[in-house]
């Protein structure tokens, strides 16, 4: 028997993936994003997914919808956006604004789950922000939780993630339930952590991307993400964790049916002579001057990767890094390499969706650090299952707004596009506010 885990506002699953990789089963993932419904049901066949806004949704209904009955909820989990500061003498809470934050704290207390995670922006810890946290910390516990304190802030790069990305990690329980601790960072061989400073221990970007095909050797990616080819070099421990060749790289969760030799995510950039001159001369670890773009080192880790902005606001695609050997930047498949993404998973099929859903979403191999915590005092047996998985259908990775919302059967946005993107331009006013705005100021 396996706890059961409910995501909120999940994306394309950063969280679902390290939490069931940890023990859980994904009973169900709320996403209001009929995009991000697809990926995450292509990925996660056997999970329900809820294409809805939280506002409004209950408890029983997630409940029936997951197919879960009466049966106890062992841990919510999500990232709902805050953004919202009233004027002096009003609660921050209390915002319109952060209208997902009470909704993510009812639905906690209407599942009656014996666990949370919440996560967030490191700058919820900094200046006037922390009020923000004290009141939520307060509305946790008159709904009848306890909250681990001191709150802290984690790094990525310190549980096994060739990328500097800090995340606010509050975790709860009910009151008669044993709260979870932080993870301890890694550690190397002598007992020191893992750095992130470009000196560490712990998996670096050559680690990372060193065994993947440069995407620019195949035509075919300029007009399709995947395409079948062999490791050009000897993968590393990480990368093969990643191909799902090591031992333990499905952890505690389910295998999928998939094909190794399928490169996918990996549509070309068409990148001008000029650009790639400059991304040459441009010293690993350092930033190109006009494009502002940063080159990855090659014995280091990545900086935060960002999602860029919706289509609220233009839909313009957060820079990604420079590969540190190739005068390009980096592919969706190698940016969810250094989110520590499986190569079995997939992503949107455009750049421009397949970034956003990374940038968006908590990097596996630190959601799996926090989830393992959770399990722990939950009093579950850890067992690897032997259910084989099949993934979901292809087209799903394909779907525009509009078809996505067709096959969810919810409401499609407005047909007018934005020309540079592609993509709606309708403000979809609920969808920006639930797509981790926060997270594009924050990283």
Request: aromatic letters at 10%; glycine letters at 8%.
């Given at each position: 028997?396996?706890?059961?885990?409910i995501?909120?506002f999940?994306?394309?699953?950063?969280?679902?993936?390290?939490?069931?990789?940890?023990?859980?089963?994904?009973?169900?993932?709320?996403?209001?994003?009929?995009?991000?419904?697809?990926?995450?049901?292509?990925?996660?066949?056997?999970?329900?997914?809820?294409?809805?806004?939280?506002?409004?949704?209950?408890?029983?209904?997630?409940?029936?919808?997951?197919?879960?009955?009466s049966?106890?909820?062992?841990?919510?989990?999500?990232?709902?956006p805050?953004?919202?500061?009233?004027?002096?003498?009003?609660?921050?809470?209390?915002?319109?604004?952060?209208?997902?934050v009470?909704?993510?704290?009812?639905?906690?207390?209407?599942?009656?789950?014996?666990?949370?995670?919440?996560?967030?922006?490191?700058?919820?810890?900094i200046?006037?922000?922390k009020?923000?946290?004290?009141?939520?910390?307060?509305?946790?516990e008159?709904?009848?939780?306890?909250?681990?304190?001191?709150?802290?802030?984690?790094n990525a790069?310190h549980?096994?993630?060739?990328?500097?990305?800090?995340?606010?990690?509050?975790?709860?329980?009910?009151?008669?339930?044993?709260?979870?601790?932080?993870?301890?960072?890694?550690?190397?061989?002598?007992?020191?952590?893992?750095?992130?400073?470009?000196?560490?221990?712990?998996?670096?970007c050559?680690?990372?991307?060193?065994?993947?095909?440069?995407?620019?050797?195949?035509?075919?990616?300029?007009?399709?993400?995947?395409?079948?080819?062999?490791?050009?070099?000897?993968?590393?421990?990480?990368?093969?964790?990643?191909?799902?060749?090591?031992?333990?790289?499905?952890?505690?969760?389910?295998?999928?049916d998939?094909?190794?030799?399928?490169?996918?995510?990996?549509?070309?950039?068409?990148?001008?002579?000029?650009?790639?001159?400059?991304?040459?001369?441009?010293?690993?670890?350092?930033?190109?001057?006009i494009?502002?773009?940063?080159?990855?080192?090659?014995?280091?880790?990545?900086?935060?990767?960002?999602?860029?902005?919706?289509?609220?606001?233009?839909?313009?695609?957060?820079?990604?890094?420079?590969?540190?050997?190739?005068?390009?930047?980096?592919?969706?498949?190698?940016?969810?390499?250094?989110h520590?993404?499986?190569?079995?998973?997939?992503?949107?099929?455009?750049?421009?969706?397949?970034?956003?859903?990374?940038?968006?979403?908590?990097?596996?191999?630190?959601?799996?650090?926090?989830?393992?915590?959770?399990?722990?005092?939950?009093?579950?047996?850890?067992?690897?299952p032997?259910?084989?998985?099949?993934?979901?259908?292809?087209?799903?990775?394909?779907?525009?707004?509009?078809?996505?919302?067709?096959?969810?059967?919810?409401?499609?946005?407005?047909?007018?596009?934005?020309?540079?993107?592609?993509?709606?331009?309708r403000?979809?006013?609920?969808?920006?506010?639930?797509?981790?705005?926060?997270?594009?100021?924050?990283?």
């Amino acid at each position: 028997m396996r706890p059961i885990g409910i995501d909120l506002f999940a994306g394309a699953g950063g969280l679902s993936l390290g939490f069931e990789q940890a023990g859980f089963d994904i009973a169900a993932a709320v996403e209001i994003d009929p995009i991000h419904c697809s990926v995450h049901k292509f990925n996660f066949p056997n999970s329900s997914i809820i294409p809805r806004s939280v506002v409004g949704l209950s408890g029983d209904e997630i409940r029936q919808l997951a197919g879960i009955g009466s049966k106890p909820v062992d841990c919510v989990f999500g990232g709902a956006p805050c953004q919202g500061f009233s004027l002096i003498g009003h609660r921050v809470l209390d915002d319109p604004r952060n209208l997902l934050v009470q909704e993510f704290v009812r639905i906690v207390s209407e599942l009656n789950a014996r666990t949370f995670v919440f996560e967030n922006v490191k700058g919820l810890t900094i200046g006037r922000h922390k009020t923000f946290l004290y009141e939520l910390v307060a509305e946790f516990e008159s709904s009848g939780y306890d909250v681990l304190t001191p709150i802290k802030v984690l790094n990525a790069a310190h549980y096994g993630t060739p990328q500097s990305r800090e995340r606010l990690i509050l975790f709860g329980a009910l009151k008669n339930q044993k709260l979870p601790s932080y993870p301890a960072p890694l550690t190397n061989a002598v007992g020191k952590p893992v750095s992130f400073d470009g000196l560490g221990f712990g998996p670096s970007c050559r680690d990372a991307l060193d065994d993947l095909p440069n995407a620019d050797s195949f035509p075919c990616l300029l007009a399709s993400d995947h395409v079948h080819a062999q490791p050009t070099r000897c993968p590393s421990e990480f990368a093969r964790e990643l191909r799902c060749e090591a031992n333990d790289s499905w952890h505690a969760g389910y295998r999928r049916d998939w094909d190794p030799t399928l490169l996918t995510s990996s549509a070309r950039t068409a990148h001008t002579d000029i650009s790639c001159r400059r991304f040459s001369n441009t010293l690993p670890g350092t930033v190109e001057p006009i494009s502002r773009f940063y080159r990855l080192p090659p014995n280091g880790v990545s900086n935060t990767l960002r999602a860029g902005t919706d289509g609220a606001h233009g839909a313009f695609t957060s820079p990604r890094p420079i590969h540190y050997s190739y005068p390009r930047c980096v592919t969706v498949r190698e940016m969810a390499r250094l989110h520590g993404f499986p190569d079995w998973f997939r992503f949107q099929v455009t750049k421009w969706h397949g970034a956003r859903q990374i940038g968006n979403s908590v990097p596996p191999p630190l959601a799996r650090a926090v989830a393992a915590e959770v399990f722990k005092v939950l009093g579950f047996s850890s067992m690897r299952p032997n259910t084989l998985l099949k993934l979901g259908d292809p087209a799903l990775l394909s779907f525009d707004m509009t078809q996505a919302a067709a096959h969810f059967g919810v409401d499609a946005p407005s047909t007018r596009r934005n020309r540079k993107s592609g993509v709606t331009k309708r403000k979809q006013i609920d969808i920006e506010r639930e797509r981790t705005c926060n997270r594009v100021a924050y990283g």
